[in-house]
C-alpha cells in the first residue's frame, strides 16, 4: 500500500517464512502500483536492522535491478522477482 503523505513510498507486508509478517517500505512508487505487487515473490534482505521512515519501522530491503537504454537518459527500476513455486524464507546462494 501507499505511505501516506509520501511520494515515493510503498509499505509491503512479507512472508518471510518465519511466520510473523515483516514490515518492508521502498521508495518504488514511481514505478509500480502496490496492486501490481500483490501475490508476487520478491527478493529481500532481512538481516538488516530496522529503520524508521515516515514513522514506520522498515524491516528489510528489496533487491531491484537498474537499466539504462541507450537512447534513453530515463533509468528503470526492476524489481527481483522469482517463481511463485519458491517458498517463502528460501535461502539464496
Known amino acids: 500500500m501507499a505511505v501516506p503523505k509520501s511520494k515515493k513510498l510503498l509499505q509491503f507486508t512479507l512472508d518471510d517464512g518465519t511466520g510473523t ?5 521502498s ?3 514511481a514505478y509500480y502500483e502496490p496492486e501490481e505487487l500483490i501475490g508476487k515473490t520478491l527478493i529481500a534482505i532481512v538481516n538488516l536492522p530496522p529503520r524508521k ?3 514506520i519501522d522498515s ?3 528489496l533487491l531491484s535491478a ?3 537504454y541507450k537512447d ?3 533509468e528503470e527500476l526492476h524489481l527481483l522477482m522469482v517463481d511463485n513455486h519458491i517458498p517463502a524464507g528460501a535461502k539464496l546462494y
Open 66 to 68: 537498474v537499466s539504462n
Open 21 to 25: 509478517d515483516r514490515t518492508i517500505l
Open 53 to 55: 521512515m515516515m514513522g
Open 72 to 74: 534513453s537518459e530515463d
Open 27 to 29: 521508495g518504488i512508487h
Open 59 to 61: 524491516c528489510g530491503m
